[in-house]
Nanobody, 115 residues
Framework: QVQLVESGGGLVQPGGSLRLSCAVS????????MRWYRQAPQNERELVAA???????NYADSVKGRFTISRDNAKNTVYLQMNSLKPEDTAVYYC?????????WGQGTQVTVSS
């Protein structure tokens, strides 16, 4: 069983930055599909960013140019750097990995953007 633990969420003012981390309990060296999702109250869960294969990245239009997904294989961790945060970025952020045809999710970390 693979466990994912997110951290780094919190309260930040508009225009601020946060870096989310997702620590994976297994080696991520061979994981080719790692993603961040978010879910705001009364909204569906949406894909924010993905890092696929050898490093191809994909972002939701709403976060392009502001968010960056990255991975550190040595630390078995995937990151989401979030800059120029907006109130509409407020949500619970979830880490996701697909490994050996199984889907794994973290418990989520709350991000609140408010003045």
């Amino acid at each position: 069983q693979v466990q994912l633990v997110e951290s780094g969420g919190g309260l930040v003012q508009p225009g601020g930055s946060l870096r989310l981390s997702c620590a994976v309990s297994a080696s991520i060296f061979s994981i080719n599909d790692m993603r961040w999702y978010r879910q705001a109250p009364q909204n569906e869960r949406e894909l924010v960013a993905a890092i696929i294969g050898g490093g191809f990245t994909n972002y939701a239009d709403s976060v392009k140019g502001r968010f960056t997904i990255s991975r550190d294989n040595a630390k078995n961790t995937v990151y989401l750097q979030m800059n120029s945060l907006k109130p509409e970025d407020t949500a619970v952020y979830y880490c996701y990995v697909r490994l050996l045809r199984n889907d794994y999710w973290g418990q989520g970390t709350q991000v609140t953007v408010s003045s």
